[in-house]
C-alpha cells in the first residue's frame, strides 16, 4: 500500500443481543447497517481499513460480535477493532481478531502506522493504558521510524467540557499526549466513547489533531452537566491520510435518521 490512505472510522454501534431491541429509544442495529451502507455507498472512495473504535456491542455476546463481523466483511478490507467500556474484549478477540479482522494491532499501512490501544478497565465506564500500555506506545513510536502515527482508542484522552462524560475518560490521557507531543511523526488520536463530533489541534504549532466521532446510534449533548441526548443522527468519520502526512478529515451524518423527538436519557427508557 502506497500514496494517501483512506480511513472510515466507525464507534460506539452498541448492538443488542437482540437486533430489535432498542437503546436510548434508538435501534442501534437499524442505525449500524445504515451508517455502513452510507459509509460504503461511493464505489469511487472505498475505504482502505476500517477503524472500529469500542462499544460494538451493548450486550457483548459472541454472537453479537458475530453479527457485526458478518455485516463488514463483505467490504473486502481489513477492520481494525479495539474494546471500549460496555464490551468483553475476551469476547470480542475470539470473533473479531483473524481474517480481515484484527484486535488492537499495530500495523503500517503506506506512509502511515496505526496503533490501536486497548483502555478497557472491568468495572468502570472509565479506561486507562496503564504502565504496559503505555510503554507499548512508546515501543510503537520508536517502531514506526519514519512512518507518520495514528492512534486510535476508546476512550477522550482530554476534556470534552461535559461533567459527567470528563469523570469517564482516559485517565493516563495526559501521559498519552505527552509521548505523542514528543514525536515529531505523531499526527493524529482518534476516538469514540463520548457520542459526538469534535477536531481539536494539540502540541507544538497544534501538529496533532484530536478527533472524536459521532456513534453509529445516538449522540451525547455536547457541554451538559449530566447525560442529556442529543438530536443529532447517526454519524461517521472519513479521514484522508497523505503520504506527507496531512490529514483531511470530515464527520458525516445520517440526517434522515435524525430522531423526531430528543431520545430519553436513560437506559430505562429503552
Do not use: K
Request: proline residues 9%.
Amino acid at each position: 500500500m502506497s500514496g494517501d490512505l483512506d480511513v472510515l472510522h466507525l464507534t460506539d454501534v452498541h448492538l443488542r443481543a437482540r437486533p430489535q431491541d432498542a437503546l436510548y429509544g434508538v435501534n442501534t442495529e437499524v442505525t449500524f447497517r445504515a451508517t455502513l451502507a452510507r459509509a460504503l455507498a461511493d464505489p469511487t472512495r472505498r475505504p482502505d481499513v476500517i477503524l472500529a473504535t469500542g462499544d460494538l456491542a451493548e450486550n457483548p455476546l459472541p454472537a453479537v460480535y458475530a453479527r457485526f463481523r458478518a455485516a463488514l466483511e463483505p467490504a473486502g478490507v481489513p477492520v481494525i477493532c479495539l474494546p471500549g467500556n460496555h464490551d468483553d474484549p475476551v469476547a470480542m478477540r475470539g470473533v473479531l481478531d483473524h481474517g480481515l479482522f484484527s484486535n488492537c494491532p499495530a500495523r503500517r499501512l503506506g506512509a502511515w502506522h496505526v496503533i490501536a490501544l486497548d483502555s478497557f478497565l472491568p468495572g468502570t465506564p472509565g479506561g486507562a493504558l496503564g504502565e504496559r500500555g503505555l510503554a507499548r506506545v512508546a515501543a510503537e513510536l520508536q517502531a514506526a521510524g519514519d512512518a507518520w502515527v495514528l492512534v486510535a482508542v476508546h476512550h477522550q484522552p482530554l476534556p470534552m467540557g461535559s461533567a459527567w462524560l470528563d469523570g469517564f475518560g482516559l485517565r493516563d490521557g495526559a501521559e498519552l499526549l505527552e509521548l505523542l507531543g514528543r514525536h515529531p511523526r505523531a499526527r493524529a488520536v482518534v476516538w469514540g466513547h463520548v457520542h459526538q463530533a469534535s477536531d481539536r489541534p494539540w502540541g507544538p504549532q497544534g501538529r496533532l489533531r484530536l478527533l472524536s466521532t459521532p456513534a453509529t446510534c445516538a449522540q451525547f449533548m455536547p457541554g451538559t452537566e449530566r447525560c442529556v441526548m442529543d438530536t443529532r443522527p447517526p454519524g461517521f468519520r472519513r479521514l484522508r491520510l497523505g503520504a506527507d502526512g496531512s490529514i483531511d478529515t470530515a464527520v458525516h451524518w445520517l440526517d434522515e435518521l435524525a430522531p423526531a423527538a430528543r431520545p430519553p436519557d436513560s437506559y430505562a427508557a429503552s
